[in-house]
């Protein structure tokens, strides 16, 4: 065999050997990032934690206690509008895509070229259901891994949830700044009415709020 020829054959073996080797990380990887994720079908029934209220003997409530304020509104008791307002704002593909929006994410890498010359804030090309992964299921930790799993979950979310639950868990879940956690929490503490008495211009102003500074 001429010299040519064994190189040409060592070669090959060593370049088999690294697909190999990388394939078999990748293979170990994508197993601990498996193993580690949480059971997306537990938030069927998910309820996020209330106010501790305190009731008198004769069944008066005397008060609430909480360092936040929550209240938990069903998916069909959300308005409309409340919906449409957060969807035009967070995710208008929500219905479209299965839980990772690549024109999305392209379109919030082109604004942020423009905001990092501008010194405006940058803006995520997260979905709904991403958040919700998030929020509900992961931490806050910004990471490789984190973002991984994110996306693993969001996949799964969609093939585990309908979208109108997926919905339920975001508006009920998101923090919109004092204290108050999901919609029905912040129309109360921003407005002092129900979800039912916003207007437009109201739940549009909330809906405004993740993006807020």
């Known amino acids: 065999m001429k010299l040519a020829e064994r190189w040409f054959v060592w070669a090959g073996i060593v370049l088999l050997g690294a697909i190999a080797l990388a394939g078999l990380i990748v293979a170990i990887y994508a197993a601990w990032l498996f193993h580690d994720l949480p059971d997306a079908s537990e938030l069927a029934d998910y309820r996020p934690p209330t106010a501790t209220r305190v009731y008198a003997g004769d069944g008066t409530l005397i008060g609430e206690f909480s360092d936040e304020r929550r209240i938990y509104v069903p998916y069909e008791q959300i ?22 929006d690549v024109s999305g994410i392209g379109r919030a890498m082109f604004k942020n070229l423009f905001n990092v010359v501008s010194g405006r804030r940058l803006e995520g090309g997260s979905t709904i259901t991403q958040q919700v992964a998030k929020n509900v299921l992961l931490t806050n930790e910004s990471s490789l891994n984190r973002k991984l799993k994110e996306a693993i979950l969001s996949s799964r979310l969609e093939a585990t949830l309908t979208k109108e639950q997926i919905l339920e868990l975001y508006l009920n879940e998101i923090f919109l700044g004092y204290r108050s956690f999901g ?31």
Not at 187 to 195: D, E, R, T, V
């Open 79 to 100: 308005p409309l509008p409340v919906v449409q307002a957060f969807l035009a704002a967070e995710d208008r593909n929500f219905f479209q895509h299965g839980g990772i």
């Open 183 to 213: 919609v029905a929490s912040a129309a109360y503490n921003y407005f002092g009415k129900s979800l039912a008495q916003l207007t437009p211009d109201e739940a549009a102003f909330l809906a405004s709020l993740p993006k807020g500074p």
